[in-house]
């Protein structure tokens, strides 16, 4: 079975700096991987050109063996690739539901009326918000955004999520709800990619990890071995801890 | 909290301006006489209009259009191309050589597009494009401009121009649309790629070079030369005084044939008017509260987590500016329909797009009652601040002596009530409603 996201030479310019180096990275189906790194490593900024919202300067995204690398974020998301966002992303003006009505109707599988409400409302009821689609979104609190936020990435029933920071700003009891639900997922054999700083979590859910410092990948491997490596040690500490 | 307040408050405000709105102009009416109360009536409607364009572009999808008036008035050249008769005379002379100097000018620049495309790599590309375009433009004038000259000497004094199909003057309100919705599509083509403040910058620039065209270009709508006398789609007053059952209708109600003939000619424009607006506010309406409706907010609250739900924002960006620029193109022709000429000098931003713009926002951008509204509304003081403002000055200065200075100071100033008001009530509704007279929800 050929890899479900091929990543391959990434490269990323913002004017002189070079946020993102020639990363390769393969996910294979059903997978769970971490992407970690320091803060300013580069990894959002990888999910950002797998989902097309940044352009690549080099190098190529394969999903499902079809190249998306220049396509754009509406397009890429047409190949079954879902993700939240680092901030949450809510649209005000619309009510829980409709948010997540919003990638039912137009889009990859779309889907309309009674069919489509039923989606919602099962997707509101796997991340725990079930019956309280038709509240103003603005007035959810933070964790329950970003459960919309996942039920919004799934009602598209995508074959790759990519979560950016989502259990971040949780505290211990809600990171234990998150964490069940991305391990749901798992269950489930949707591929994740998850970027995170909360090694708990990164513990619990990721079979590997890719690590991350100043824009180049500086470890892969599966994540109790790469979170022992020195080198990642000594990128997250710096030299006196490694 | 507050917004759930509003959003239920909302709904029940609607009835209330609208029966105030009918009220004001009622009391016109009664006060002045029921044919201002029917031009007030007929304006605000196609005012309303106009501001619903306006309210798809900005209140659905947040696209900063400040080239109202070019669209507006691209609607009022379709009724002169599509309602007047033909000048067979300037057809003969260079109407054909006209068409074919346009030809080729279009033909220049898409042989412009498809060579650069065709050339990419090659490193004389930019030289020979130069030397393409150039060519292309002399070749161009030298076809089109003995033909302009030809045309606009047969009969300057009344015609000059290559006139119109002469088909029904309904069929132009349509055809204006289209026209706008063309330069729409040239302008989003070009603009709509860049920011919103970008968008806003060429949009302003459209407009004024539609007006220029509009304006210097006499061989199509004779320019500043203006084209009056324009078909009606309703009957004629000098008509209906001299016809049997009107003059006897009047008579056995009443009234005055004179009159009633104008008044019945403004109330035949606001059924269509009306006719109108109702299509376009039910369509409207459906359209807003469809999934297309739904993209369109989810687009304008955030287009990067649009785009990651699949959304083309571009796209749909294209779909409704084009769509907007048409209902203000299909406002213009009625317009011009109603003032049964065109004259393009009459053409001001402050009041084609300033002013339509102050319509939306008043009103509550978002929603399209609010537009329709607000049309009506600041349409209503537009006109009625200014002999409102004469009348409180004339009592306010009744006691003083002809010669004080102090009276000729008063009113001398009474013309700047109406932009005065304008800037009032836009302040006064941002501070104490700032989401319009009828919010979003």
Known sequence: MSAQLEISNLHKRFGGLVAVKSVSFDLKPGEVVGLLGPNGSGKTTVMNMISGALPCDGGSVRVGGKDVTALKPHKVSKHGVARTFQLVRPLPTLTVGENVLLSVAYSRKPKWGRAAQAIVDEKLEFVGLAGRGDEKVTNLNYIDQKRMEMARALAAEPEILLLDEWLAGLNPSELRIGIDLVQHLQGQGMTILLVEHIMEAVRALCSRCIVMSAGEKIAEGPSAEVLQDPVVIKAYLGDDHA | MSQSHVAQTAPNRAPLYFGMMAVLIIAVGFLQSWNSALFILNMGLISAIMALGVNLQWGFAGLFNVGVMGFVALGGLAVVLISTSPVGEAWQAGGLRVLFGLAIGVATIVGGIVFWAMLRGNKYRAL?????????????????????????????????????????????????????????????????????????????????????????????????????????????????????????????????????????????????????????????????????????????????????????????????????????????????????????????????????????????????????????????????????????????????????ALKAVILERTVYVRPLTMGLVLLFVLRFNPRGLLPER
């Not at chain 2, 047969?154 to 088909?167: D, F, T």
């Not at chain 2, 607006?277 to 409207?284: E, G, R, Y």
């Not at chain 2, 359209?287 to 987590?305: K, T």
């Not at chain 2, 294209?318 to 011009?336: N, S």
Request: aromatic share 10%; proline share 4%.
């Open chain 2, 128 to 404: 020979f494009i130069a030397a393409w375009l150039i060519a292309g433009f002399f070749i161009f004038r030298a076809v089109f401009d003995p033909a302009v000259a030809a045309i606009e000497a047969v009969n300057p004094a009344i015609s000059g121009n290559l006139g119109g199909l002469g088909l029904p003057v309904l069929i132009a309100w349509p055809v204006g649309g289209l026209f706008a919705a063309g330069a729409a599509w040239l302008v989003a083509k070009t603009a709509l790629g860049l920011r919103s403040d970008y968008l806003a910058i060429a949009t302003l620039g459209i407009a004024e070079i539609i007006i220029a065209v509009l304006k210097n270009e006499d061989w199509l709508g004779r320019g500043v030369k203006n084209v009056i006398g324009l078909p009606r789609p309703v009957p004629y007053e000098i008509d209906l005084q001299q016809s049997e059952w009107f003059i006897g209708l009047m008579q056995s109600i009443g009234a005055n044939p004179v009159t009633a003939s104008s008044i019945f000619v403004k109330l035949c424009y606001a059924g269509l008017f009306f006719a109108v607006i109702i299509i376009l506010i039910t369509a409207m309406q459906l359209a807003l509260n469809s999934p297309w409706g739904r993209m369109m907010r989810a687009i304008r609250d955030n287009e990067v987590s649009s785009e990651a739900m699949g959304k083309n924002v571009t796209g749909r960006h294209l779909q409704i500016f084009v769509l907007g620029a048409a209902i203000c193109g299909l406002a213009g022709a009625m317009m011009t329909t109603l003032d049964g000429q065109l004259t393009p000098s009459s053409y001001q931003p402050l009041r084609f797009t300033f002013l339509v713009w102050v319509m939306v926002i008043v009103g509550g951008s978002g929603n399209n009652w609010g537009a329709v509204l607000g049309g009506l509304f600041i349409w209503f003081l537009w006109v009625e601040v200014e002999p409102i403002g004469r009348f409180i000055a004339e009592v306010i200065t009744s006691g003083m002596a002809d010669t004080s």
